[in-house]
């Protein structure tokens, strides 16, 4: 089994729990509006962010665009008024204290960083609630650096944002790096085109049925212990 000694981790939905950090972000605001919150307007808000994000990928939607169209679209739904500019700062705000982690996450970091391996982490999102999430959590510790997409620049999978990465690590070997990540679009994809070994954390076992092929497939981080050495 091949070892590596450079851990590139995706964030949200590889170490971070982000449906957690999402569920929980957005109830605490609800609840200091004094709206009625459900299952079904978490389902609903998902639902439009997912929207949202589709359209900035599509050029249709500024990033600072797109975090205030989500709520201007979902108090519409709930039919409530709020700022919506006020709201969605302080619901990244609150999502940014939520680093709650994947199972695993936190032991097989620190089994990585006992055998002097290094972990970075690789994440598109906003930079604001990716630095409070990473810097208050449990792993920190053990994470030598972080990207985020918006400080670099550009996001996964561009070539580009690889790029920046590899040229601020050290003494770098591309064929001692694995990037682990949840995204088969994003994670495995970039990681292939930039000419890195990649793992797909499929944790709920779903089918690939993309052209997007991983050297690698795990359901539970642990897997991750082979390649450490």
Not at 43 to 54: F, T, V
Not at 58 to 85: A, C, H, M, P, T
Not at 153 to 170: A, L
Not at 180 to 188: P, R, T, W
Request: with cysteine; glycine share 8%.
């Amino acid at each position: 089994m091949k070892c590596y000694d450079i851990f590139l981790f995706d964030a949200d939905g590889t170490l971070y729990d982000y449906d957690r950090a999402e569920a929980n972000a957005l109830k605490t605001m609800f609840d200091y509006c004094g709206f009625n919150y459900s299952e079904s307007i978490l389902k609903k808000y998902r639902e439009i962010n997912s929207q949202a994000w589709e359209g900035y990928a599509k050029g249709e939607l500024s990033k600072d665009g797109l975090q205030i169209w989500r709520f201007i679209r979902l108090f519409n739904y709930i039919s409530v008024s709020y700022d919506e500019k006020d709201f969605n700062n302080k619901y990244l705000a609150e999502l940014g204290k939520g680093t709650f982690l994947i199972d695993g996450a936190l032991e097989i970091c620190k089994a990585i960083a006992s055998c002097n391996k290094k972990i970075f982490i690789v994440t598109n999102g906003i930079l604001a609630t990716q630095e409070a999430r990473i810097k208050h959590s449990l792993i920190k510790e053990y994470i030598s650096d972080f990207f985020v997409s918006e400080f670099v620049g550009f996001n996964k999978p561009d070539k580009e944002y690889f790029e920046y990465v590899f040229s601020h690590i050290p003494q770098i070997r591309k064929d001692k790096i694995l990037l682990v990540g949840d995204s088969l679009s994003a994670d495995i994809a970039g990681g292939n085109g930039a000419g890195i070994d990649t793992c797909w954390f499929n944790k709920e076992g779903i089918k690939n049925h993309t052209s997007i092929i991983p050297a690698y497939e795990i359901k539970d981080l642990s897997e991750l212990q082979k390649f450490i050495g």
